[in-house]
Nanobody
Framework: QVHLVESGGGSVQAGGSLRLSCAAS????????MAWFRQTPGKERERVAS????????YYADSVKGRFTISQDNAKNTAYLQMNSLKPEDGTIYYC??????????????????WGQGTQVTVSS
């Protein structure tokens, strides 16, 4: 069992920045995946970025590449999502997800066991 606590959501104007945090506690291991998803209207939650602790391999969706950066503090079991140059279309609910069953980070939300409750990001124009 893993418990995830998210923070950092809020409201900003277009072009602004936010940093989301996801702290994991409980039955964590030395190697696992931490990922950020967001809820696109009319679609299932989709992966925005992920990082694998066993080597630090990262993934970014094309829509955020170059603007968002995922990082991890392994000692604190915490992942961060630095969101720069925010656009109105980035405004939605962001979720942190964790899984320790894979040797890498899966793309589908169905392959993540543990989820945070979500944090709201609002970007005004």
């Amino acid at each position: 069992q893993v418990h995830l606590v998210e923070s950092g959501g809020g409201s900003v104007q277009a072009g602004g920045s936010l940093r989301l945090s996801c702290a994991a506690s409980g039955d964590t291991e030395s190697t696992y995946c931490m990922a950020w998803f967001r809820q696109t209207p009319g679609k299932e939650r989709e992966r925005v970025a992920s990082i694998y602790t066993g080597g630090g391999a990262t993934y970014y969706a094309d829509s955020v590449k170059g603007r968002f950066t995922i990082s991890q503090d392994n000692a604190k079991n915490t992942a961060y999502l630095q969101m720069n140059s925010l656009k109105p279309e980035d405004g939605t609910i962001y979720y942190c997800a964790v899984d320790n069953r894979w040797e890498g980070c899966p793309s589908s939300r169905l392959n993540y066991r543990y989820w945070g409750q979500g944090t709201q990001v609002t970007v005004s124009s």
